[in-house]
């Protein structure tokens, strides 16, 4: 799977968007982006994934580059409760033999 | 969203005995699985890829007989810490791969963890 960089740490305003970068330059073309967030002292949770087109739900947007070397998770209003670890990982999802590989993520923190 | 649960949440046990965490998909068929461990202030490292009714698939470092794997069928996982020791204290997470969809890859589902002390 594809190697991700994103930003060690970034603050946030409640209520503000929360904008998380993820760079993925060397994104084959069958990987998908897949975020997840990890709350203190919890499993990690699925937030969302998208292979080239940009994708929202319930809790976030992606926002996929059309080159696909890069992609934002957006948070359209930030709380506290959004304090967590965001990791973005490419992972080929079709296949049986695919695993999902962490890398350091990037620690939200939404300040009052 | 699909749902994995973990249990026990936390355990404490004395150095040399065995403790086995079970990891269930809830609501869908699991065929692969997975076992993280995470120390404080670090990331997720990946111990093994379990594939049901098959022997687990260990990444490089992970003791095998130490970390014992069973995917005995499609909604259950266990992980057992044989002859436990104060530095195998850790989370303990495991995931389950869900079924693929039409419009999407088959997205990987996270428990909510189990902390182990061995004291």
């Known amino acids: 799977d594809a190697k991700t960089t994103q930003p060690t740490s970034m603050d946030c305003a409640e209520g503000r968007a929360a904008n998380l970068p993820c760079n993925h330059s060397?994104?084959?073309?069958?990987?998908?982006v897949y975020w997840y967030r990890q709350i203190h002292s919890q499993g990690p949770q699925y937030i969302i994934h998208?292979?080239?087109n940009n994708e929202t739900n319930e809790m976030a947007s992606l926002i996929i580059t059309e080159d696909r070397k890069s992609s934002t998770l957006i948070l359209p209003h930030a709380t506290l409760r959004d304090t967590a670890v965001y990791y973005c990982?490419?992972?080929?999802?079709?296949?049986?033999?695919?695993?999902?590989?962490f890398g350091p993520g990037t620690s939200l923190s939404v300040i009052p | 969203g699909a749902v994995v649960s973990q249990h026990p949440s936390w355990v404490i046990c004395k150095s040399g005995t065995s403790v086995k965490i079970e990891c269930r998909s809830l609501?869908?068929?699991?065929?692969?699985m997975f076992w993280y461990r995470q120390f404080p202030k670090q990331s997720l490292m990946l111990m093994a890829t379990?594939?049901?009714?098959?022997?687990?698939?260990?990444e490089q470092g992970v003791e095998k007989d130490k970390f014992l794997i069973n995917h005995a069928s499609l909604t259950l996982s266990t992980l057992t810490v044989t002859s436990a020791h104060p530095e195998d204290s850790s989370f303990y997470i495991c995931?389950?791969?869900?079924?693929?969809?039409?419009?999407?890859?088959?997205?990987?589902?996270f428990g909510e963890g189990s902390w182990l002390t061995v004291v």
């Open positions: 995931s389950a791969r869900a079924p693929p969809t039409r419009y999407s890859g088959n997205t990987i589902y």
């Open positions: 998208g292979l080239k």
């Open positions: 990982i490419v992972r080929v999802a079709k296949t049986s033999y695919d695993k999902v590989i």
């Open positions: 609501d869908f068929q699991a065929t692969t």
């Open positions: 379990s594939n049901e009714g098959s022997k687990a698939t260990y």
């Open positions: 060397t994104i084959s073309g069958n990987e998908y």
